[in-house]
């Protein structure tokens, strides 16, 4: 059953009624053909609005990093990624399943790691070792709370994969989130990076899909992956036309997911036992602290979840909340009126 008060991520926005309008009436084709208009003008979009040659249309979010993986890195060849980056921990360990990569965690701050840091976990070119092959950067980052990659510190360790040859790749999941708090077009921190992608099924409020960009001979071998993969689909306009939609109606909005998740913060650092700092909140994702509870995040989550107030469990005492289509500061404070009661006995 729905809960309630559901926090737990911006994957839960529904196709409005407008978006699914749209996705009926799309043109579609046999895109495995390259012959579906809708999917091909997607892609074409979104190459376009981050400045690379060639955009290609995958189911998820994963299957956009895992294709990215698989193209530019081969068996024995090793991936530098933060310690919270979500193919560390939340794609079914695909690298190391899929392709023989090994991924080589390193300690950022809050998720975003320097130049210095990357030279330290690259292997010296040796028989003995795996080769490093890409870096990956989280822009913002997920579990770490929605913080942002400043330019410097991207030109910083992307200077440092130059310097060794290293692929750079950004996880951009959320990057429109990113440039609508920085004012940085999107194209601007894509220009850093030989590949990158976005998702629609996060706060752009898609139902289904990602579209990965780089050159056309990046392109070209992402698709046999895809194809590999299946991912490759038919009449895939129909899904496409939601992200053109979102592309086109729900980009601006994501300010008011970063205002609310702004508000959220300000009145769960009012609640005792919590805690938080506002000023941390970037985006529209909330991490906050509950050790003064004295209880583990999952037993409290389940606990919230029992009083109709869902929110996820990023460690051992954090729990994320994340503001997205449909929340608003009425509903952020009902939810919080049952957190403060729940925490006062
Ligand atoms: C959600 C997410 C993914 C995976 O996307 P899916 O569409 O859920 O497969 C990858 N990276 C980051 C940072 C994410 O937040």
Redesign the pocket.
């Known amino acids: 059953m729905a809960t309630r008060y559901d926090f737990y991520?911006d994957?839960l926005t529904k196709p409005t009624e407008e978006m699914r309008k749209y996705m009926c009436s799309a043109e579609v084709g046999d895109e495995q053909r390259l012959e579906d208009p809708t999917t091909n003008r997607l892609q074409d979009m979104v190459a376009e609005l981050l400045n690379k040659e060639a955009g290609l249309f995958v189911p998820?979010?994963?299957?956009?990093?895992e294709v990215s993986f698989l193209s530019n890195c081969h068996p024995g060849d090793e991936i530098i990624m933060d310690i919270s980056?979500?193919?560390y921990h939340?794609?079914g360990g695909a690298p190391a399943a899929l392709g023989g990569i090994t991924t080589r965690p390193v300690l950022g701050d809050r998720g975003i790691f320097t130049g210095a840091q990357v030279e330290e976990a690259i292997r010296p070119p040796h028989r003995l070792r795996q080769r490093s092959r890409l870096v990956s950067v989280?822009q913002p980052?997920?579990i770490t709370g929605g913080h942002i990659w400043q330019l410097d510190k991207i030109e910083d360790v992307v200077a440092m994969a130059r310097k060794y040859n290293l692929y750079a790749h950004m996880?951009g999941?959320?990057i429109f989130n990113a440039s609508i708090v920085t004012g940085i077009p999107v194209s601007k921190y894509a220009g850093y990076f030989d590949t990158t992608w976005v998702?629609f099924?996060?706060g752009l409020g898609a139902p289904?899909g990602?579209v990965v960009v780089g050159s056309k001979e990046f392109i070209e071998e992402a698709w046999r992956w895809k194809q590999r993969l299946g991912g490759a689909m038919r009449q895939s306009g129909i899904l496409a036309a939601a992200c053109i939609y979102a592309l086109e109606h729900h980009v601006d909005r994501l300010a008011e997911d970063h205002e609310n998740a702004k508000y959220l913060a300000h009145r769960l650092c009012e609640i005792p036992k919590i805690s938080i700092n506002p000023d941390m909140v970037e985006t529209n994702i909330v991490t906050f602290d509950i050790s003064q509870t004295g209880k583990p995040a999952a037993l409290l989550a389940t606990e919230f979840i029992e009083r109709d107030v869902r929110f996820s469990i990023v460690a051992k005492t954090k729990l994320r909340a994340v503001a997205y289509l449909g929340i608003t500061q009425k509903h952020i404070d009902e939810a919080l009126k049952i957190v403060r009661d729940h925490l006062s006995h």
């Open positions: 991520s994957t998820s979010g994963t299957m956009a990093n980056a979500h193919p939340a794609e989280e980052t997920n996880d999941a959320r998702d099924s996060k289904v990602a």
